[in-house]
T-cell receptor, first 112, second 112 residues
């Protein structure tokens, strides 16, 4: 079946540190890939997405590139801020169904 | 106003009680979803609906039922609540053009 494996954390970083959250997937075919973010006390919101191989999604300084050869979609940010403290979820879906399959999520805390 | 609203936001109930969680959306999309979030497990799909007449089971539908009263409303019921249904429940709706899902703020349910 389809599945997503991501770093689970929790991870604590200092402000301005570099962030990488690894995400790999197993799927039949070529899914769309997503990163969702959940800020404390809130629902999930879309951070970025990529719908085909080699696409790069970017938003709020975060980036991720769809790598078909390694079945990966790692999330990166060059300089994290305290406001980036949240839980990050990697997910996949197949166009037409839009059902999301989530990774387990990774909690990030950024200290001043 | 929020695009996806959920009521109640918090609920404590006893084992064996029937409980309904309600969801409304103003995005105008046909597709709606119910997810459950447990620590360390990410989000898992309970039920989804592609339109008012279409209801489908997700990954973990046992012990749950749903009702799609209108395009904008999708309710989740626990007919006889049990303690392992203690979790955070999210409703979502999706945009068929962008594949993005829009989540409600969640309902925290505790079954004692």
């Amino acid at each position: 079946g389809n599945s997503v494996t991501q770093m689970e954390g929790p991870v604590t970083l200092s402000e301005e540190a570099f962030l990488t959250i690894n995400c790999t997937y197993t799927a039949t075919g070529y899914p769309s890939l997503f990163w969702y973010v959940q800020y404390p006390g809130e629902g999930l919101q879309l951070l970025l997405k990529a719908t085909k191989a080699d696409d790069k999604g970017s938003n709020k300084g975060f980036e991720a590139t769809y790598r078909k050869e390694t079945t990966s979609f790692h999330l990166e940010k060059g300089s994290v801020q305290v406001s980036d403290s949240a839980v990050y979820f990697c997910a996949l879906s197949f166009g037409g169904s839009e059902k999301l399959v989530f990774g387990k999520g990774m909690k990030l805390t950024v200290n001043p | 106003d929020a695009d996806v609203t959920q009521t109640p936001r918090n609920r404590i109930t006893k084992t064996g009680k029937r409980i309904m969680l309600e969801c409304s959306q103003t995005k105008g999309h046909d597709r709606m979803y119910w997810y459950r979030q447990d620590p360390g497990l990410g989000l898992r799909l309970i039920y989804y609906s592609f339109d008012v007449k279409d209801i489908n089971k997700g990954e973990i539908s046992d012990g749950y039922s749903v009702s799609r009263q209108a395009q904008a409303k999708f309710s989740l019921s626990l007919e006889s609540a049990i303690p392992n249904q203690t979790a955070l429940y999210f409703c979502a709706t999706s945009d068929p053009n962008s594949y993005e899902q829009y989540f409600g703020p969640g309902t925290r349910l505790t079954v004692t």
